[in-house]
């Protein structure tokens, strides 16, 4: 079976092959009408689920790989890709987004190797293997930015920055935030597994002899499904860690607040009794009444900041 990877410019509708991989870029609307003439097959519409039509099966996916533009190079950063697959016993179809696909590129040039196109169903089984290939690596990037988040949370529970200041609840709240953006991308992860699942599952409903090894591929998604929660797991254990933390930063400011209240109830006390305007004070007219006073003021302040202390709750 000889290969087919073919563009607009270079076939019309009866032109199109009936062998090989045909692919397709989304935004190719010459393309995509001269298909819908010649198989029946409108590709240009949304399709959220795996359908039949024309003899075709249509498997629609949405992955989120990693980029591979230089800006990006030093982060993590991810686009999505939606790739609409249609395939039958002799021809495979991908419609493809503009931007160009690494996983796609890997999986034709492995094609190249041998000079030919293997029977579709066994192409799009090599097409599955390295979108998932694809998918690991943005797991394994996401793994990379749980670690430094997990360490940024451990950084908000011990206590200072680099530049002496205490961490606080602003601090915790961002690295909240920031575990909230990677659980989503996880999501997005472990649903796009889901959907290289389900198209492996429809290449072996289709019928016929496999010659590639489809029970390796399923198992290899499988896998990196299982990884993907994993690192969900890991997000919620550092949001239950960044919690707990952020619940005991609240009780301690709650802590100062109630040990300074009690310090400075009984000074507050006397301060107000001596500012009532009374006829007599007979203390006012000693000669060490002032001292009499600031002392029992002291004093009343020490002894309850003196029992918080032997109670431990200054810890």
């Known amino acids: 079976m000889q290969e087919n990877t073919v563009m607009s410019a270079q076939l019309d509708a009866q032109q ?55 800006e ?18 002799d021809l495979l179809i991908t419609v493809e987004p503009d931007h160009p696909i690494e ?29 998932n290939d694809a998918m690991q690596e943005t797991v394994a990037q996401i793994s990379q930015v749980l670690t430094n988040l997990a360490d940024q949370a451990v950084d908000s529970s011990g206590g200072f920055k680099m530049e002496g200041r205490q961490v606080g609840v602003a601090d915790i709240a961002q690295t909240a935030i920031l575990l909230g953006g990677a659980e989503e991308l996880i999501a997005r992860t472990v649903q796009g597994q889901l959907m290289l699942e389900r198209a492996a599952r429809w290449v ?17 998604i ?16 550092i949001q239950q860690s960044l919690m707990t933390t952020l619940d005991l930063k609240q009780n301690q400011i709650i802590k100062v607040f109630t040990v300074v209240t009690a310090v400075f109830t009984p000074p507050t006390l006397i301060a107000a009794y001596y500012g009532q305007n009374f006829a007599n004070m007979p203390e006012l007219a000693l000669p060490w009444g002032e001292w009499f006073v600031m002392g029992t003021t002291a004093l009343f302040a020490l002894v309850p900041l003196a029992y918080i202390k032997r109670k431990g709750w200054l810890r």
């Open 222 to 237: 499988q896998g990196g499904r299982r990884h993907a929660r994993f690192q969900h797991a890991k997000v919620r254990n």
């Open 72 to 89: 990006a190079a030093e982060g993590a950063s991810f686009s999505s890709a939606q790739i609409l697959i249609a395939f039958t016993s």
């Open 16 to 70: 199109l092959p009936r062998q090989g991989w045909l692919r397709v870029r989304a935004s190719d609307r010459v393309m995509l009408d001269a298909i819908f003439r010649q198989y029946g097959l409108a590709l240009g519409r949304p399709i959220k689920h795996a359908v039949e039509e024309h003899g075709f099966v249509l498997l629609p996916l949405d992955l989120p790989l990693p980029d591979r533009e230089p």
């Open 204 to 220: 072996r409903r289709s019928g016929g002899d496999l010659t590639l090894d489809y029970s390796t591929a399923l198992s290899d």
């Open 103 to 131: 996983a796609l590129r890997r999986a034709q040039n492995r094609f190249g190797a041998t000079g030919e196109v293997p029977e579709s169903r066994d192409a799009l089984i090599v097409i599955l293997e390295e979108l």
